[in-house]
Structure formats: C-alpha cells, structure tokens
C-alpha cells in the first residue's frame, strides 16, 4: 500500500495514496495506524483524497484506529472524501461517529 505520512505540528498526517482502499490492501493501513498511536500520536488525521472505493475492510480498520485512538487518549479525523466514498460512511452511519472534514486545511484548523 502506497501510503505518506508527515507531521503536521502535533498532527500526525497519513495520506492514503491508492484508489482503492479494500480486503486487498486495508491491513497495511491498520498496521501503520498502530504503529503511530503505539509510538505516542495523540492526534492522527487521515486524506482520504485519492480514494475513490472503501469496502467494508477499509471501514472496518478506520473503526478498529477509531477505537485504537481512544485507548491511546487521542483522535482520529478523516478528510478529503470523495462522494463515492463519503456515500459509505453515510450508508454506514460512520460519519456520526467520525469527524469529517471536507479539507485537510479545515480538519487541521480543527484541532
């Protein structure tokens, strides 16, 4: 998985650089959201920019980084849906539970 990430202040930024974001390659995200929450992110923004398909993985490890926040005392936003996947999270109700944001300059301004 083509992923980027970059510090932002005190805002860990991960860029999701695939179209797709599934069963395939979901797994490789949960690990770096991990990953950054066990070494001390607090404050962790996902782009979700150049996706343009989420299945039920991909929602599946954002919940599981949602929960991963928690424990950590910390926070998971996402930004940049495009309306494809923007639809899941309003079918699945996720956008109740997350904040989104339509702009990384907004989700950032945010925290």
Known sequence: MNLKTELNGTVMVVIVREERLDAHNSEEL???????????TKDLLVDLKEVRFIDSSGLGVLVSGFKNAATHQGSIKLCSLQTQVKSMFELTRLHRVFDIYQTMDEALESY
């Open 30 to 40: 949960k690990a770096e959201i991990n990953r950054l929450f066990d070494s001390g």
